[in-house]
């Protein structure tokens, strides 16, 4: 299991989170990111190749916006979203994503969830696993320290959460910042809120516990709540297309992706065209690659894949984002469709 680098959310269940009481903010469909105040900006880590900019994703692996923006956040540790409205995540993954900024980052906020302290975000007593590849040690810790002593970043511990200080907008001295608004959570609430959020586009509802701190985990202090459930899967392959009472216009493509889950291997749906191409390792060019792929799907339509045949766009041993409805009785995910690319 990779290690999370921010405090990510656990499926609200109305029956064991009833007790506590909470604070609801809308749940935004953007990059997770986490901003170590600019203690790595421009330095080589352990953990990476490159030089860092001090903005990382929720594995840890930097990301390269450009400096005009970095120039306008705070010299504070916090963990956020990126993001540029609901209904956009591919085109913000698409900007963050990329190694040469471009001016299309004018579009990207930075949504403030919380403000972490550097002691717990780096805590090796707590979290023993590893940041990519490098084991994280009291050499790295002490590293980081250094940094951000000479920076003017303070080293210390996350505080109990208090949703007065979210109470705010765009702030003037940081126009790239938007503090997360934070509201009394009433579950009598739950369906006029959710509705009206999905009618704006939005994912859900997201849930703090009053008091609680901020820890690099997936966490029953922050819940989340949707229409339906998702998960991350990895590809393990795929089926051919065949025709059915609506055409044969999936014949030679991929039928569904197959992949695993909690040690369940099952099929997604829900897959475009161009997201259905085909591949694999016969041939010399990639469009002999392509012709070849199509002609065994089409030999053997609704059968798996062979070794060596897979989707273009998703590679085996990569992971995708599905969502489904509920459990069956054995633990596979019911509905289940595919959402988007990691």
Not at 165 to 186: C, G, I, M, T
């Amino acid at each position: 299991m990779k290690r999370e680098f921010v405090m990510l959310a656990q499926n609200y269940n109305p029956l064991k989170h009833r007790r506590d009481q909470y604070y609801w903010s809308i749940k935004l469909d953007g990059m997770r990111a986490f901003w170590d105040g600019g203690i790595t900006r421009g330095k080589h880590v352990p953990w990476c190749d490159e030089l860092c900019t001090g903005l990382f994703s929720r594995y840890m692996k930097p990301i390269f916006a450009p400096n005009w923006w970095l120039d306008q956040l705070p010299k504070v540790p916090l963990d956020g979203e990126l993001w540029i409205g609901p209904g956009k995540f591919q085109t913000v993954m698409s900007i963050c994503r990329r190694h040469e900024p471009d001016m299309r980052w004018k579009q990207v906020k930075y949504h403030v969830i919380d403000w972490p302290g550097l002691d717990t975000v780096f805590d090796y007593g707590r979290y023993t696993s590893n940041i990519t590849t490098v084991t994280f040690d009291y050499k790295v810790r002490g590293l980081l320290e250094n940094w951000a002593k000479d920076r003017g970043v303070p080293w210390v511990k996350s505080t109990p959460f208090n949703p007065d200080r979210f109470w705010a907008d765009e702030s003037p001295k940081y126009p790239n910042l938007v503090l997360v608004r934070h509201q009394k959570w009433d579950p009598a609430d739950k369906e006029e809120i959710l509705n009206d959020l999905l009618e704006k586009g939005h994912e859900g509802i997201i849930l703090r516990r009053v008091g609680s701190i901020w820890m690099p985990e997936r966490s029953h202090s922050l819940l989340k709540i949707k229409p339906w459930i998702d998960a991350e899967g990895v590809v393990v392959g795929c089926t051919y297309g065949r025709s059915t009472d609506k055409g044969s216009r999936l014949l030679g493509k991929m039928g569904a992706l197959v992949v695993q889950w909690n040690s369940r291997r099952f099929q997604l749906s829900g897959f475009t065209d161009v997201e259905r191409w085909l591949t694999c390792d016969v041939g010399y060019t990639r469009s002999e690659q392509i012709e070849a792929a199509e002609q065994m799907a089409s030999h053997s339509p609704g059968e798996e894949a062979g070794v060596g045949v897979y989707p273009i766009q998703f590679p085996i041993g990569s992971t995708v984002t599905f969502k489904y409805r509920e459990l069956s009785d054995d633990g596979v995910p019911k509905e289940a469709r595919y959402w988007r690319k990691r």
